[in-house]
């Protein structure tokens, strides 16, 4: 970030920034690129604006309702399950079968939701898979009794959009009681800590 705000007004300060951007926070990312010259800020214009997004999900801030279909093709909004009476915390998890970090994963929120479901724990699942049989095949291997959804059409789904999901596995935990995303990229050993300490 140093480098970057030394470099701010040459090539090697936004290739620098272009290159490393994703480990900043958002309001990082917009004041490095307020900084940057007109020719720079109009090149970095989309960049910014997925920035200004993920201010906007951050924790604190109430959650943003995606509506995807299920593999039925029945679409499913994240506000009916956050809405849902049974329901005190939902897990907004964004994955897709060809990602190695997501799959791994898995068994490890799979044994979470086991263990924390009948206390009010719900995942909805939304996939960037693109091709409809390995996106199924992934949820019957690795047993994902969650909800699922998907738009299978990553360029053109909002969900991913709306949460400003540059990279994955990524989750967001919500609190049905307040409609506020709580938590960001809780996985393994932090959600389950989590979980264990608003569910006791």
Request: aromatic share 10%; charged share 25%; net charge negative.
């Amino acid at each position: 970030k140093s480098f970057i705000e030394e470099n701010i007004d040459n090539v090697l300060g936004l290739n620098a920034f272009k290159g490393s951007y994703y480990y900043f926070k958002p309001q990082d990312v917009i004041a490095l690129i307020d900084a940057m010259p007109a020719a720079a800020q109009e090149e970095l214009a989309k960049t910014k604006e997925s920035a200004e997004q993920a201010l906007k999900v951050l924790p604190g801030n109430p959650y943003i309702d995606v509506v995807e279909k299920d593999a039925n093709g029945k679409e499913i909004s994240l506000k009916s399950v956050v809405e849902n009476k049974n329901n005190k915390y939902v897990l907004l998890d964004f994955w897709a079968s060809w990602c190695g970090p997501c799959m791994h994963e898995m068994p490890n929120l799979k044994a979470t939701y086991e263990k924390y479901h009948n206390k009010g724990f719900e995942v909805y699942a939304s996939s960037l898979d693109s091709n409809r049989e390995d996106w199924i095949d992934a949820m019957e291997k690795m047993e994902m009794n969650w909800i699922n959804v998907s738009g299978l059409k990553v360029a053109e789904s909002l969900a991913p959009k709306q949460y400003a999901i540059t990279a994955i596995p990524s989750n967001f935990l919500i609190d049905c009681s307040t409609g506020k995303i709580i938590a960001k990229n809780l996985r393994g050993d932090n959600l389950e800590n989590k979980l264990n300490e608003l569910l006791k």
